[in-house]
Structure formats: structure tokens, C-alpha cells
């Protein structure tokens, strides 16, 4: 593979806009700049995975840029509940990191060697409240474990620079917060803070988040709101969030009538629509969302920023207009783009569906495909992107299904079901991806067991539906591949078809290592009696058809027990011209004894069907047949 071609996607959000959630990101911008709003909390809401950070940080993106006429200045904070330390409260941590926002800007704009004022002065003291809060936090926490906290714990919590001390400092200070409030609003509305427009704090990861810091950030979120110039955005899944505001704020009456009250709303909601007054719902990925974000994603690794620019520019005016992504390529002159077209419009019907618009394991199905292809690269599997694209959706979005072609492959009967499975799905046996399924004469594969000849086969509406989409495969080796996805789902390969008492003698049959094939004496293979002799014959032809790695292995055994029962000669030849002829080995061909008519007419057979290059298979070909004729 190309370094190009397996180079992964990082999962962490980005400020490109490849889903274009511009039109949302402006949208709560407005509402934060809403003078008729103020304050204000909005929250964006959507699944995990759905783009909420992208979201927050185009909206970060947009407010960071000032208009040179004004000196007004919108503050953003940025903050994560997720990642807060357990050890101090929410509360204390959220306020700190918005009064360590506002300090900063506050030294931004005091010139140097200033005086600390008066409004230096009230900052000092409210983090001395939050210093004080977080040392009771430690003090708690320590008390669990029978420990007192130490004097380092709290001088550390507590600050005592005198540089930043105020007349007022001296004076007792409350521990609680019930006026911090007051004094934060007397803060922001100083005449050194008055250049302040808004100070807009984005929220992210919420709904990752326990119970008790759900509502500890809430009820910070609730103490800022009595305050001018505050906004909040919070980005989370609302139903998780209400979740675990459950939690805190269990039903009463779980919807049903109490007396003569009837609860029409849980308090978990009212609570929650009593913080965030808007939510913006983040839309999941419609089929262009998806179709494009695969393209735009593909081309991102192999262009710039500024290069990959129009292309989401073009996405955004063809979605507007309703338009098709074949036309993209049009839209934007200079890069040829027609690989990541066609394997977008092949991967999203199917991704659209059962990755159910999600971004993120949109991403991540893109990772896992990168990944298996070097990995089977690395192992000689040499497989086209778009076979092992195919091949990926089965595994990871129809597990049912893969298990069910696995089951193919350990009974030998891959290459039948495939056949006749495309031709269920309406997929034509020349398919113009692969070679012909059928051979240059369009003749049909012979069948090779009683089961594949008799059984009728019903597939179920996922496996054809995976069947139709390009390209075919009924004629590409898959064994190896299926073998090394087997590996990493822990499935194991047993042909319960073929009773235990033969396996031991079919793996050392099939093995590639000649000194286990002769583990199996010709004492052995006159023990098995005929009906067994039958078994293994067919279970060798059907490996030998379907595992081209095996096939000279399988096609030795199927002669070694025709030898010692002749009556299962015809049988096996007329198994053996199930073998592609397309795929024969030289060594393949030599092992078949071309003095036997039975045989002969195997080697006939492929003859007729053998391809015209290379002619390394019928130079063999005409090799074993003029030996079998001297003979």
C-alpha cells in the first residue's frame, strides 16, 4: 500500500467543515449575540459521535474574530466536564476556569506597571472563595478515608500571595458562594470589563459525564445566568443528559396522575429546559451528507486545506441546489477524483444505513478498512480496496451474515453459494469488475457435493442486498482474507459436515508441508471404507476449488483415494472439473494421472476452458495430456 493510502483518519474533531454544520454553528452564534437573549444557554444536541465538537469549534472559529470599527470583545471559554479532576468539585473547577479567563483578560488590557485596581482587587477575592471551596472539597474528600487534610493541601487550595491581596482581604471570607453572584456581576460590569460583548462559555462532553457532575455544571450554568454578558453553549446528547438528571431528579409520579396533580413533564426535564432555554438539534448525515463526507474525507489526505477548500465550498452549493455529487468533480477543475467518487457512491447505501449518519464510525469503518488492507497487504493477500471494502461492510455491519459466509468456506462451498447468490441478486455471471464466473465458453461449474446439487438455497434479503454491490466475487480467491478476518473475530473454521473421525486426515491431506501429507499412509485411506473415502473426496475437491493455495494438496489426496478405491473414480474427476481453470497450477495439473479416462476428461475439460494467457496452464495442459497418451 501507498503511505497515502494507509495513512488513518484522527478521530479528534476538526475545524474543517466537511459536514458542512456551518448553517448551525451561525445559527447559535446569532443567539449568543442576541442582546434580547442575554443571558443565555444554548445547547446543541446529538448523538455521540455526531460532530458536537466540530460544531463547538466552528462556533469558537466564528466569535474569535472581532470587526476592527468596534472594541467590543467576545470572550470564549472552552471547557470539559469529563476531563475535570474527581478529587475537586465541578462547581469549583468550572468557576475557576471562567475567572481564570477573565484575569487573563483583564492583565491583557492593564497597561504594564499599572496599579492593581479595584476590580483586580474583587477578582482576588472571588477566587479566594472558589480557593476556599475547593479546600473544603479536599477536606471532604480526606475525611472519607479517616485522614485529615494536610496544611500543604490547603495553603495550596488557598491563595496568600500578598501581591494580589486588597484591603479587603483581611476580612473574613465567606466559604460558601451565596454571594458570589453579586460580586461576579459587579465584576464584569467594572469599567475595566465594560469592552466585554459576551463571555460565551462552550461545554462539551456533558453526556459522558456522571450523575452528580451533570448537576453540579447545570446548577454552575444556573448561578452565571442572573449575570449580563454570559452565554453558554453546551454540546451533549439532551436525552443522556437527562439521564442522569434522573438520577437526582427521580418522577414522582412517573407520568401518572397524584392526587389531584397530574405530572405532564419529569423533573428531570423541567429542570433541564429550566437551564438551557434553546436546543439546537444537530441533524444526522442525510445520503448526500454521507456521500460527500467520504469523498471530502478521502481527499483530505491528499490535499491541502486550501486545496480541499473548494471542494467543500462546491458540496455546500450542490447541496443547496439539490444537485449530485457526480458533479463535483466538474465544480472544481485541477484534481482527478473519480476513485474517491466511485467508492463513495458504492460504500454509502449501505454505510448510510447502518452507520445511521454517524461522522464518527463513518470514520471509524474508513480506519478499520486501512487498517485490515495493510495488515492483509503485510500477509501477501493481495486484494483490490473495493473487494476488501466489500468485504469489511460484511464483517462489521452484517455479523450475521459474515458468519454465514464463513460457514461456506469451512464446508468448501464458497465459490457454489457465491454464484448463486449473485444470481439471486440479479448479478450477471460475466460481471465486467472480474473474470467470467463461468469460464470463456459460459459453460456452468460442475457442482461438487450431493448438498450443492439438491439443496435448494434461499438467501436472506441482507445478503443479497450485499451482494449487489460492486464488485462481483465469485470468482476471486477470498480464502485467505476470510481466513485472516476469521482470526481476528475469534470464529472458528470446522466443517461440521464432516465427521471428526476424518478431520485429522483431511488438515494433514490439505497441508502444503509433504511430510504431512505422508502422516496419512496408504494403510490409512484403506481403513476409511467407501463411504468415508466419498466424504473426504468431496471435501478435497470443494477445498481445492475454493482455496487455490490448497489445491494441489487437495487434487494429491483426491488421486491417492481414487487409487485405493477405484469405484470413486468418476465421482472425483467429474468433482474435479469444478476447479477453476483459470486458477490451475502447473503442479496442479501434473498431479492428475492423464492415463486414466476419468481423468483425462478432467484434463480435457480444462483444457477447453484454461485461458489463452497466461499459457503457462495449457503448455501444462498439452504436457499431461501427450504423457497420458504415450503411456
Same mark, same amino acid.
Given at each position: 500500500?501507498?503511505?497515502?493510502?494507509?495513512?488513518?483518519?484522527?478521530?479528534?474533531?476538526?475545524?474543517?467543515?466537511?459536514?458542512?454544520?456551518?448553517?448551525?454553528?451561525?445559527?447559535?452564534?446569532?443567539?449568543?449575540?442576541?442582546?434580547?437573549?442575554?443571558?443565555?444557554?444554548?445547547?446543541?444536541?446529538?448523538?455521540?459521535?455526531?460532530?458536537?465538537?466540530?460544531?463547538?469549534?466552528?462556533?469558537? #472559529?466564528?466569535?474569535?474574530?472581532?470587526?476592527?470599527?468596534?472594541?467590543?470583545?467576545?470572550?470564549?471559554?472552552?471547557?470539559?466536564?469529563?476531563?475535570?479532576?474527581?478529587?475537586?468539585?465541578?462547581?469549583?473547577?468550572?468557576?475557576?476556569?471562567?475567572?481564570?479567563?477573565?484575569?487573563?483578560?483583564?492583565?491583557?488590557?492593564?497597561?504594564?506597571?499599572?496599579?492593581?485596581?479595584?476590580? &483586580? $482587587?474583587?477578582?482576588?477575592?472571588?477566587?479566594? &472563595?472558589?480557593?476556599?471551596?475547593?479546600?473544603?472539597?479536599?477536606?471532604?474528600?480526606?475525611?472519607?478515608?479517616?485522614?485529615?487534610?494536610?496544611?500543604?493541601?490547603?495553603?495550596?487550595?488557598?491563595?496568600?500571595?500578598?501581591?494580589?491581596?486588597?484591603?479587603?482581604?483581611?476580612?473574613?471570607?465567606?466559604?460558601?458562594?451565596?454571594?458570589?453572584?453579586? @460580586?461576579?456581576?459587579?465584576?464584569?460590569?467594572?469599567?475595566?470589563?465594560?469592552?466585554?460583548?459576551?463571555?460565551?462559555?462552550?461545554?462539551?462532553?456533558?453526556?459522558?459525564?456522571?450523575?452528580?457532575?451533570?448537576?453540579?455544571?447545570?446548577?454552575?450554568?444556573?448561578?452565571?445566568?442572573?449575570?449580563?454578558?454570559?452565554?453558554?453553549?453546551?454540546?451533549?446528547?439532551?436525552?443522556?443528559?437527562?439521564?442522569?438528571?434522573?438520577?437526582?431528579?427521580?418522577?414522582?409520579?412517573?407520568?401518572?396522575?397524584?392526587?389531584?396533580?397530574?405530572?405532564?413533564?419529569?423533573?428531570?426535564?423541567?429542570?433541564?429546559?429550566?437551564?438551557? *432555554?434553546?436546543?439546537?438539534?444537530?441533524?444526522?448525515?442525510?445520503?448526500?451528507?454521507?456521500?460527500?463526507?467520504?469523498?471530502?474525507? *478521502?481527499?483530505?489526505?491528499?490535499?491541502?486545506? *486550501?486545496?480541499?477548500?473548494?471542494?467543500?465550498?462546491?458540496?455546500?452549493?450542490?447541496?443547496?441546489?439539490? +444537485?449530485?455529487?457526480?458533479?463535483?468533480?466538474?465544480?472544481?477543475? +485541477?484534481?482527478?477524483?473519480?476513485?474517491?467518487?466511485?467508492?463513495?457512491?458504492?460504500?454509502?447505501?449501505?454505510?448510510?444505513?447502518?452507520?445511521?449518519?454517524?461522522?464518527?464510525?463513518?470514520?471509524?469503518?474508513?480506519?478499520?478498512?486501512?487498517?485490515?488492507?495493510?495488515?492483509?497487504?503485510?500477509?501477501?493477500?493481495?486484494?483490490?480496496? =473495493?473487494?476488501?471494502?466489500?468485504?469489511?461492510?460484511?464483517?462489521?455491519?452484517?455479523?450475521?451474515?459474515?458468519?454465514?459466509?464463513?460457514?461456506?468456506?469451512?464446508?468448501?462451498?464458497?465459490?457454489?453459494?457465491?454464484?448463486?447468490?449473485?444470481?439471486?441478486?440479479?448479478?450477471?455471471?460475466?460481471?465486467?469488475?472480474?473474470?467470467?464466473?463461468? !469460464?470463456?465458453?459460459?459453460?456452468?461449474?460442475?457442482?461438487?457435493?450431493?448438498?450443492? @446439487?439438491?439443496?435448494?438455497?434461499?438467501?436472506?434479503?441482507?445478503?443479497?442486498?450485499?451482494?449487489?454491490?460492486?464488485? +462481483?466475487?465469485?470468482?476471486?480467491?477470498?480464502?485467505?482474507?476470510?481466513?485472516?478476518?476469521?482470526?481476528?473475530? !475469534?470464529?472458528?473454521?470446522?466443517?461440521?459436515?464432516?465427521?471428526?473421525?476424518?478431520? #485429522?486426515? $483431511?488438515?494433514?491431506?490439505?497441508?502444503?508441508?509433504?511430510?504431512?501429507?505422508?502422516?496419512?499412509?496408504?494403510?490409512?485411506?484403506?481403513?476409511?471404507?467407501?463411504?468415508?473415502?466419498?466424504?473426504?473426496?468431496?471435501?478435497?475437491?470443494?477445498?481445492?476449488?475454493?482455496?487455490?493455495?490448497?489445491?494441489?494438496?487437495?487434487?494429491?489426496?483426491?488421486?491417492?483415494?481414487?487409487?485405493?478405491?477405484?469405484?470413486?473414480?468418476?465421482?472425483?474427476?467429474?468433482?474435479? *472439473?469444478?476447479?477453476?481453470?483459470?486458477?490451475?497450477?502447473?503442479?496442479?495439473?501434473?498431479?492428475?494421472?492423464?492415463?486414466?479416462?476419468?481423468?483425462?476428461?478432467?484434463?480435457?475439460?480444462?483444457?477447453?476452458?484454461?485461458?489463452?494467457?497466461?499459457?503457462?496452464?495449457?503448455?501444462?495442459? =498439452?504436457?499431461?495430456?501427450?504423457?497420458?497418451?504415450?503411456?
Amino acid at each position: 500500500m501507498s503511505d497515502e493510502s494507509s495513512r488513518l483518519w484522527s478521530d479528534e474533531p476538526t475545524r474543517l467543515d466537511l459536514l458542512s454544520f456551518d448553517a448551525v454553528a451561525k445559527t447559535v452564534v446569532q443567539a449568543v449575540l442576541d442582546d434580547a437573549l442575554d443571558p443565555v444557554t444554548v445547547g446543541i444536541s446529538g448523538a455521540w459521535g455526531s460532530g458536537k465538537t466540530t460544531v463547538l469549534r466552528l462556533i469558537e #472559529d466564528a466569535l474569535a474574530p472581532q470587526p476592527p470599527e468596534t472594541d467590543a470583545t467576545v470572550l470564549v471559554i472552552s471547557t470539559d466536564p469529563w476531563r475535570y479532576d474527581p478529587g475537586v468539585g465541578a462547581k469549583e473547577t468550572l468557576i475557576s476556569e471562567v475567572l481564570a479567563a477573565v484575569a487573563a483578560e483583564l492583565t491583557r488590557r492593564e497597561e504594564p506597571g499599572q496599579t492593581p485596581s479595584r476590580t &483586580r $482587587a474583587l477578582l482576588t477575592r472571588l477566587r479566594q &472563595r472558589v480557593d476556599w471551596a475547593k479546600a473544603l472539597q479536599v477536606a471532604a474528600r480526606t475525611s472519607l478515608t479517616l485522614q485529615l487534610p494536610s496544611a500543604d493541601d490547603l495553603t495550596s487550595l488557598v491563595n496568600t500571595d500578598p501581591d494580589t491581596q486588597d484591603a479587603d482581604a483581611t476580612q473574613p471570607l465567606s466559604r460558601g458562594l451565596e454571594e458570589f453572584r453579586t @460580586e461576579f456581576s459587579t465584576l464584569i460590569e467594572s469599567p475595566e470589563l465594560s469592552h466585554l460583548r459576551r463571555v460565551v462559555v462552550l461545554v462539551d462532553d456533558l453526556d459522558r459525564c456522571l450523575p452528580d457532575t451533570v448537576v453540579d455544571t447545570l446548577e454552575t450554568i444556573r448561578l452565571f445566568l442572573a449575570v449580563p454578558k454570559m452565554a453558554f453553549v453546551v454540546a451533549a446528547d439532551e436525552h443522556r443528559v437527562a439521564d442522569a438528571l434522573r438520577v437526582r431528579f427521580p418522577d414522582p409520579g412517573n407520568g401518572q396522575q397524584v392526587g389531584s396533580e397530574r405530572y405532564t413533564e419529569e423533573p428531570a426535564s423541567l429542570y433541564l429546559h429550566k437551564i438551557v *432555554q434553546t436546543t439546537v438539534p444537530l441533524p444526522t448525515l442525510s445520503r448526500f451528507d454521507t456521500e460527500a463526507f467520504l469523498v471530502l474525507l *478521502q481527499l483530505s489526505q491528499r490535499l491541502s486545506d *486550501q486545496d480541499l477548500a473548494p471542494y467543500i465550498d462546491a458540496c455546500v452549493r450542490l447541496r443547496r441546489e439539490k +444537485g449530485l455529487l457526480d458533479n463535483l468533480a466538474a465544480a472544481v477543475h +485541477g484534481n482527478d477524483i473519480s476513485a474517491e467518487l466511485a467508492f463513495a457512491s458504492r460504500m454509502t447505501p449501505i454505510l448510510y444505513e447502518k452507520l445511521h449518519g454517524s461522522p464518527r464510525r463513518i470514520k471509524r469503518f474508513l480506519n478499520d478498512l486501512r487498517v485490515r488492507q495493510s495488515v492483509a497487504d503485510h500477509r501477501g493477500i493481495v486484494l483490490e480496496p =473495493e473487494i476488501v471494502a466489500k468485504l469489511m461492510v460484511l464483517e462489521k455491519l452484517l455479523p450475521d451474515a459474515f458468519t454465514t459466509v464463513l460457514g461456506w468456506l469451512a464446508r468448501g462451498e464458497l465459490r457454489s453459494r457465491l454464484t448463486k447468490l449473485e444470481a439471486a441478486a440479479g448479478r450477471p455471471a460475466s460481471d465486467p469488475t472480474t473474470p467470467d464466473a463461468a !469460464g470463456p465458453s459460459g459453460e456452468e461449474p460442475a457442482p461438487v457435493s450431493e448438498t450443492e @446439487e439438491t439443496e435448494p438455497t434461499v438467501f436472506d434479503d441482507e445478503l443479497i442486498r450485499w451482494a449487489k454491490l460492486p464488485p +462481483g466475487l465469485a470468482t476471486v480467491d477470498l480464502a485467505p482474507y476470510l481466513y485472516l478476518a476469521a482470526a481476528f473475530s !475469534g470464529e472458528q473454521l470446522l466443517d461440521t459436515g464432516l465427521p471428526g473421525r476424518l478431520r #485429522d486426515i $483431511a488438515a494433514n491431506l490439505l497441508s502444503t508441508v509433504r511430510l504431512d501429507q505422508r502422516r496419512v499412509t496408504d494403510a490409512d485411506i484403506a481403513a476409511l471404507g467407501e463411504d468415508d473415502a466419498l466424504s473426504l473426496i468431496e471435501y478435497l475437491a470443494r477445498a481445492g476449488r475454493d482455496r487455490p493455495a490448497e489445491q494441489t494438496a487437495a487434487v494429491r489426496g483426491v488421486v491417492r483415494i481414487t487409487t485405493a478405491y477405484p469405484a470413486t473414480t468418476e465421482r472425483a474427476a467429474r468433482l474435479l *472439473q469444478s476447479v477453476p481453470a483459470s486458477e490451475l497450477e502447473p503442479a496442479t495439473i501434473l498431479t492428475v494421472p492423464a492415463g486414466t479416462p476419468a481423468f483425462r476428461s478432467v484434463l480435457e475439460h480444462w483444457k477447453v476452458h484454461a485461458p489463452a494467457d497466461p499459457d503457462r496452464i495449457k503448455r501444462a495442459l =498439452e504436457m499431461a495430456l501427450s504423457t497420458g497418451s504415450r503411456s
